[in-house]
């Protein structure tokens, strides 16, 4: 791991229009013009999303969960991310103790799951 306090391009995405940013504590989240999403950073509870293997990624590692429906939107918290797809769909992954991922669960969510949206 390079510290820098320089700004340095990110060559896995130096081909690629990002469109969005989302920063968590220690991940970031990038979706491109193409509506393809990339996490990378720390994701010990889950928030990379990318596999469950997956703890932490050096490079943007790309999400193969949203290929057949991409995100339009994405958010992070401290330890956890968020999407919302095309069709209005919220997903979101990562730590879920205090409640988080809105699934009603305790338990982190390595990859994104959908969270079905009820009026009380």
């Known amino acids: 791991m390079i510290e ?3 700004p ?6 130096s081909n690629r229009k990002v469109i969005q940013l989302a920063c968590g504590e220690f991940h970031t989240l990038a979706l491109t013009v193409d509506l393809d999403l990339y996490s990378w950073g ?3 509870e889950g928030q990379l999303g990318v596999r469950d ?3 932490t990624a050096s490079v943007p590692m790309s999400l193969a969960f949203f290929y057949k429906n991409p995100p339009t939107q994405i958010a992070c918290g401290a330890y956890h991310s968020l999407a919302i797809d095309g069709n209005g769909k ?3 992954w ?7 991922l ?16 009820t009026l009380e």
């Open 8 to 13: 340095k391009q990110i060559s896995r995405l």
């Open 42 to 44: 720390r994701g010990f």
């Open 53 to 55: 293997d997956v703890d």
């Open 94 to 100: 990562g730590e879920a103790r205090f409640g988080q």
């Open 90 to 92: 919220l997903y979101t």
């Open 4 to 6: 820098t306090n320089i």
């Open 102 to 117: 809105g699934n009603g669960k305790g338990v982190k969510e390595m990859t994104p799951i959908r969270v079905c949206l």
